[in-house]
């Protein structure tokens, strides 16, 4: 876990978390405590499945091997109390509270890598190195 910043109301922190592809090598990511998986693959020009990102569509499902977290509000038809307790979770709604292992099912191509992340009208994707 790494410091990031203190605001009036205490610190902000950074954790790491580790996602896992089908056939890859795993990716690290920096989450802050008040972001979601999802926004932080953004921020570090990372584009990982998602959808509606408001936790109704289920496209970024994940499996949580470890750590704590936060979900935020989703539907219930996307996520059952049971895949939850059995660890699923919608990653566009997941705030990390610790550092974690987050396992992905779909294969490591999925993932895009954004370049030129500066103007939104210059995005360009391309493969994983
Ligand atoms: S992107 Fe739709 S539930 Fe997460």
Not at 18 to 28: M, N, R, V, W
Not at 37 to 51: K, M, T, V, Y
Not at 85 to 110: H, I, M, N, Q
Request: glycine fraction near 8%.
């Amino acid at each position: 876990m790494s410091h990031l910043n203190q605001s009036g109301n205490g610190r902000l922190h950074e954790y790491q978390v580790q996602l896992t592809f089908f056939g890859a090598e795993p990716i690290q990511l920096r989450c802050r405590e008040d972001e979601d998986i999802i926004s932080a693959g953004l921020r570090q020009g990372l584009l990982l499945a998602s959808d509606c990102r408001q936790g109704i569509c289920g496209a970024c499902l994940g499996f949580l091997e470890e750590g704590q977290s936060t979900l935020l509000k989703y539907s219930p038809y996307v996520l059952s109390d049971r895949d939850k307790e059995d660890g699923w979770v919608l990653t566009c709604r997941l705030r990390p509270k610790s550092d974690l292992r987050l396992d992905f099912e779909y294969s490591a191509d999925r993932v895009a890598y954004l370049e030129h992340w500066q103007n939104a009208s210059d995005v360009t994707l391309r493969g994983k190195p």
